[in-house]
């Protein structure tokens, strides 16, 4: 197990008081618990399609939305949000590094391509430090593309700035799972081989030993900045401690569920995002985790689309200069991948659970860091809420904030509904009224 890479290496406004009662009660009459997930889509939207008008329940899906006409009562559009700290402030191009970084940390990231990255932890980890204790995994996180995880991705900004949206803090972006069948294994390991995997527990509890007590042999030579490192690298191991400690007292071995065991990446995009989707479903359906994250591609990609018939890039599409055909192309992609949310919402609204559904107890946000694509603005961001939070949430309806409203003040809401209120997060101003 490695060290963490080191300078002395010389290597170069409030929710109304009756829906924060309802949470309170749902959560201390042991209803199921309130999951949270986190789904980011890359390179901003063709806003005028995607763009909702109305009050209340008092709207029409826009085209773009029109796919989540089935689960519309489910589903809240916001509107007004913004990403602040997604902006140049001082700091040149950038904006698809900037909007992954920022979208769940709400933080400026040091615009650097070299070890010195900076961010900040995202509000996935925020939650999974409060409540990640009470299962197998305290979060997961998903993606459907591979990237690099070092080098200059987006004029001068680390590759980890743009693959990542989860940040355990402020320099370690959570490594995502992008294998379905990493995914399933992950979640639900290999159920037969119990005498190994306690073989397996045991050893690593010796190589963690290990080297905790060599890492604290380092400290006394140690500079400022490295002795942060290490001990960023020390809490982590506590956490894996900790998680092998949880396993070694489950007291029946992991059931896994009546699912075929994934292949791998299949060829058609549509059917990865689905089986992401479904590992996701299946995470929190047998309460491995009750936070997730999913990156659909990371900000700035090319990604062709064959199957709607798009050979061109979407990013290389995203800045179409007003483009006709180049617009409608980035609209048919916001629809494809707004089609891929609503199967899984209504999965999840099939779902049964204690006396309701899965989707009633959970909160997924559908989102990005950009809003137009070809603008690269971060206000007005493009953001669904589907679930009621343990029916603390209405749904069915536009909820519209003013401009500027920072999208974090959605994130402490959400926290709050999982169990995990927060006095602030990042530049909140306040909890969103849901």
């Given at each position: 197990?490695?060290?963490?890479?080191?300078?002395?290496?010389?290597?170069?406004?409030?929710?109304?008081?009756?829906?924060?009662?309802?949470?309170?009660?749902?959560?201390?009459?042991?209803?199921?618990?309130?999951?949270?997930?986190?789904?980011?889509?890359?390179?901003?939207?063709?806003?005028?399609?995607?763009?909702?008008?109305?009050?209340?329940?008092?709207?029409?899906?826009?085209?773009?939305?029109?796919?989540?006409?089935?689960?519309?009562?489910?589903?809240?559009?916001?509107?007004?949000?913004?990403?602040?700290?997604?902006?140049?402030?001082?700091?040149?191009?950038?904006?698809?590094?900037?909007?992954?970084?920022?979208?769940?940390?709400?933080?400026?990231?040091?615009?650097?391509?070299?070890?010195?990255?900076?961010?900040?932890?995202?509000?996935?980890?925020?939650?999974?430090?409060?409540?990640?204790?009470?299962?197998?995994?305290?979060?997961?996180?998903?993606?459907?593309?591979?990237?690099q995880s070092a080098g200059n991705c987006d004029s001068g900004y680390s590759c980890a700035y743009t693959s990542n949206i989860s940040w355990r803090d402020e320099s370690t972006p959570m490594a995502k799972a992008i294998d379905p069948a990493v995914a399933f294994e992950r979640l639900f390991g290999d159920a037969s081989q119990a005498a190994a995997a306690k073989e397996r527990l045991s050893r690593r509890q010796s190589i963690l030993d290990f080297v905790l007590e060599d890492s604290k042999s380092l400290e006394n030579r140690l500079g400022a900045s490295d002795r942060r490192k290490l001990d960023q690298f020390q809490t982590s191991v506590?956490?894996?401690?900790?998680?092998?400690?949880?396993?070694?007292?489950?007291?029946?071995?992991?059931k896994v569920p009546d699912y075929p065991v994934p292949a791998g990446i299949p060829q058609k995009f549509s059917e990865h995002i689905d089986l992401m989707y479904d590992m996701l479903l299946l995470a929190f359906q047998t309460d491995s985790t009750r936070i997730s994250t999913l990156m659909l591609a990371v900000d700035g990609s090319n990604r062709a689309f064959p199957e709607i018939d798009i050979k061109d890039g979407h990013h290389h599409l995203s800045h179409h200069q007003n483009n006709h055909e180049m617009i409608e192309k980035i609209r048919r992609i916001d629809r494809f991948y707004v089609e891929r949310f609503a199967r899984f919402i209504k999965q999840m609204g099939e779902t049964a659970e204690g006396g309701g559904t899965l989707l009633d107890h959970s909160l997924v946000l559908l989102g990005g860091g950009i809003s137009d694509g070809n603008r690269h603005n971060h206000e007005n961001l493009p953001i669904i809420l589907a679930g009621r939070g343990g029916n603390s949430v209405q749904t069915g309806r536009i909820i519209n904030s003013p401009v500027e409203t920072p999208l974090c003040n959605l994130y402490l809401s959400m926290l709050e509904r999982a169990g995990c209120p927060q006095p602030s997060f990042s530049d909140s101003t306040g909890p969103l009224a849901l």
């Open positions: 197990m490695a060290l963490p890479l080191l300078d002395i290496m010389d290597t170069p406004p409030l929710r109304a008081l009756a829906s924060r009662a309802a949470a309170a009660e749902t959560l201390a009459a042991g209803a199921p618990p309130v999951r949270l997930a986190f789904v980011f889509m890359p390179n901003g939207v063709n806003y005028d399609a995607w763009q909702v008008k109305g009050e209340g329940r008092d709207f029409a899906l826009s085209p773009t939305l029109e796919p989540l006409s089935p689960v519309r009562d489910h589903v809240n559009v916001l509107t007004g949000l913004t990403l602040s700290k997604a902006r140049a402030n001082g700091d040149g191009p950038g904006d698809h590094a900037r909007s992954s970084a920022s979208f769940l940390t709400g933080n400026q990231a040091r615009k650097t391509a070299g070890n010195d990255i900076r961010n900040g932890i995202s509000v996935d980890q925020v939650a999974a430090r409060a409540i990640g204790n009470r299962t197998r995994l305290p979060s997961l996180e998903l993606g459907c593309e591979h990237s506590r956490e894996i401690e900790l998680r092998i400690d949880r396993a070694r007292k489950e007291q029946s071995p992991v």
